[in-house]
């Protein structure tokens, strides 16, 4: 008999425990198939598969899964939050450090207004209360890479609170449809970077670069209201294009300017949260999204078998695929909060009650930031959707992907194609040839002019679907050529002799009489048989419904 | 070395006390026990293993202590010591840094543009040795 496995599922707002044997699943299929059984050749460190030999009864085994996200997100500025030192990624060590940001004696803190006005903008995208007057605090632990001790933050008061984030997440078998969820956003707060250490096990040492010191950041705190990896994953996704359509942000991971701490616990529906425990420094989405599931999992694996959860902090490994305590956070911080005495409270404004001849660089008015907020991601699916008749589904992907909506413009701009059949080799041909390929948009060999241009001989009937493939695929391989250079080459062009496609139809009819026959009986669907094997005879040059339509008139008669 | 000195003082329990000066002569004298440098050591991984330390340590407890005379009742706390002056805003300009050269003077041990940073004086032998002080 199989061994008996256990298997969770996020299915929305609940991981049932769902009993697997030998492959039949009565229950929720877990997302990405992720089980827990161990694999020939893991590391002892991965986790084992449960073993069960009873089925367990309904409802017993369900679980709730709770998930709140802290993000860091580099503000995009010219230079520092407290200093006028620049403010670039992969400069040589310790050059953008001024005196302040090496925390020397006598060095005091100046506001950056940019830092603040990207707070503000940040705030209103994510519909939350501006607070008209906020502090700053002094954040204290003993680290190297912190020269002065402290980190200035807000803890007290915050610039930002109580918003929200809408997202869409994709469900359904064929993930199709787009489903809205929303996360409350508890804080938006302004803080100051620390530097890089990095450790020299060889020597036994750790070397301190201060270049990230004091580089502002503006921490997005997420209430627990997400159940799985995917909702995490998709709602800092949203959160990246918020930023990056504000300007607020680049918010590219993979540089450090967006980063990730995940607070995940799980619990039996209608019972209190379970102990939680902190995924730090997650540099991706997908890695979040792996990191979430897994900690999920490896919590309930750990409850089921009688064990208990520590309230830790641990660190995902994306090699093994799992998440190990950090021996380095053990100890519990005490981070001694106290008023940043060198920093006066934070006082913004609105229209009304901006004062009288104020100096216009020393103010922030919220509602004219607000009045010249861009447009939202949101806003954008919106328009797509209205505009060319999309799905919503296919708004996400075009936004989703980086480059990808301003290709799909520039595509737009330059043909007379219809936008649907645009959409349709966009999102499918195009992007599925740079997966295939693991490139970005912007490392794509074929560029919006040259898909235009075969979209426009595609929709002028000058060349058919199959030509059009053949033509693409060249594009990919070759940048000097035009699509029209292409058709012409290869003589791809669709067949506009009547004659001479009646004769081959006829040909095909007497070489296969039985299909014929069944046609003529009223099996209508073997027709496409007869249309596939004209357009084999023609190299895919002619029009199927040219060729359906001669088709039709012979065996008619 | 000193990721490790780090781990073991955040890893080590502190004692009951939270801050000094409940250790402290409430008369304001601000003589400390040795549990309370105790806690302090294993907060800021400095060794305070000398009489003159200490001594320096009460001086300033006794100094800060004669606050407590102060009568503060009906005195609404302040949120911040600069609560009535206007918070100065600069403008995103590149004003500082690119000076590499000056910062690493200051420091003990330079590895070619990096600082070293410096392990704690207190010897990871003499941290494991010290039991932590239970809690009150």
């Not at chain 1, 599922?9 to 827990?36: E, I």
């Not at chain 1, 969820?181 to 707060?189: E, F, M, S």
């Not at chain 2, 000398?50 to 949120?79: N, W, Y």
Request: include cysteine; hydrophobic fraction near 40%.
């Amino acid at each position: 008999m199989a061994a008996h496995m256990l298997r969770w599922g996020c299915a929305g707002r609940r991981w049932a425990l769902a009993y697997v044997d030998g492959g039949s699943c009565h229950g929720l299929g877990a997302p990405n198939d992720f089980t827990l059984s161990g694999m020939k050749g893991q590391s002892s460190m991965a986790p084992q598969p449960l073993i069960t030999a009873q089925k367990p009864r309904k409802g017993e085994h369900e679980w709730a899964a709770v998930v709140g996200l802290e993000i860091h997100a580099q503000i995009s500025s010219n230079s520092k939050l407290f200093s006028g030192s620049q403010v670039h990624f992969a400069a040589p060590p310790n050059s953008l450090v001024s005196f302040f940001d090496a925390s020397l004696p006598g060095t005091l803190p100046v506001l950056n207004r940019r830092c603040v006005e990207a707070a503000v903008m940040t705030g209103l995208a994510l519909n939350c209360r501006i607070n008209k007057k906020s502090l700053f605090d002094r954040k204290h632990y003993f680290y190297a890479d912190l020269p002065a001790g402290y980190q200035i933050t807000q803890q007290r008061l915050p610039i930002a609170m109580n918003g929200s984030l809408t997202y869409g997440v994709r469900v359904g078998t064929k993930r199709s449809q787009v489903i809205t969820r929303t996360v409350r956003i508890k804080q938006i707060q302004l803080e100051q970077d620390s530097g890089k250490s990095l450790h020299d096990d060889l020597r036994s040492q750790t070397l301190i670069d201060l270049n990230r010191a004091g580089v502002g950041l503006l921490e997005v705190v997420m209430e627990p209201d997400m159940t799985c990896g995917e909702e995490a994953a998709t709602a800092v996704r949203e959160l990246q294009l918020i930023l990056q359509a504000l300007g607020t942000s680049q918010a590219n991971m993979a540089e450090g300017q967006l980063r990730v701490d995940a607070n995940i616990s799980v619990h039996h529906p209608g019972e209190p949260f379970g102990v939680r425990t902190e995924v730090k420094n997650l540099n991706s989405a997908r890695f979040l999204a792996k990191a979430i599931d897994y900690e999920i999992q490896r919590q309930i694996n750990e409850l089921e078998n009688g064990g208990e959860i520590l309230n830790e902090t641990r660190s995902f490994d994306s090699r093994l695929g799992c998440t190990m305590p950090m021996r380095d956070k053990e100890g519990k911080q005490d981070y001694r909060f106290m008023p940043e005495p060198n920093l006066p409270p934070l006082v913004l404004y609105d229209s009304a009650s901006l004062p009288s001849g104020a100096d216009l660089q020393q103010v922030i008015n919220i509602d004219y930031i607000r009045e010249r907020l861009p447009e939202l991601p949101s806003v954008t699916r919106e328009k797509l959707v209205e505009q060319y008749g999309m799905l919503p589904e296919h708004s996400f992907t075009l936004l989703n992907e980086v480059g990808l909506l301003e290709f799909f413009q520039n595509v737009i701009k330059e043909t007379r194609a219809e936008p649907k059949l645009v959409t349709s080799w966009v999102l499918n041909t195009f992007l599925g040839y740079l997966k295939q390929q693991n490139l970005a948009v912007s490392e794509s060999p074929v560029t919006p002019s040259a898909l235009a241009e075969l979209l426009t001989l595609l929709d002028g009937k000058v060349i058919s679907s199959s030509a059009a493939k053949q033509v693409f695929e060249e594009l990919w391989k070759s940048k000097s050529k035009t699509a029209a250079q292409i058709v012409s080459e290869k003589k791809l062009e669709l067949m506009e002799d009547r004659e001479a496609l009646e004769q081959l139809c006829q040909a095909v009819m007497e070489g296969h009489p039985q299909v014929a026959m069944d046609v003529k009986k009223g099996n209508l669907k073997a027709i496409n048989k007869l249309i596939g094997l004209v357009r084999k005879a023609t190299q895919g040059r002619a029009d199927p419904t040219v060729i359906k339509k001669i088709l039709e008139e012979k065996l008619s008669s | 070395m000193w990721a490790r000195v780090v781990r073991l003082g955040l890893r080590a329990r502190l004692g009951g006390c939270r801050g000094f000066t409940c250790k402290a002569d409430p008369q304001g004298s601000g003589q400390v026990t040795a549990e309370t440098i105790e806690h302090l050591e294993r907060l800021a991984l400095v060794d305070f293993g000398s009489r003159e330390a200490v001594a320096r340590l009460e001086k300033a407890i006794a100094f800060a202590d004669r606050l407590r005379g102060v009568d503060t009742d009906g005195v609404e706390p302040m949120e911040s010591v600069l609560e009535d002056r206007c918070l100065y805003l600069r403008s995103d300009d590149v004003t500082e840094g690119n000076c590499a050269e000056e910062l690493l003077q200051n420091s003990h041990r330079v590895v070619e543009e990096y600082f070293v940073a410096p392990p704690g004086n207190i010897s990871l032998a003499k941290l494991d040795e010290q039991e932590p002080s239970p809690r009150g």
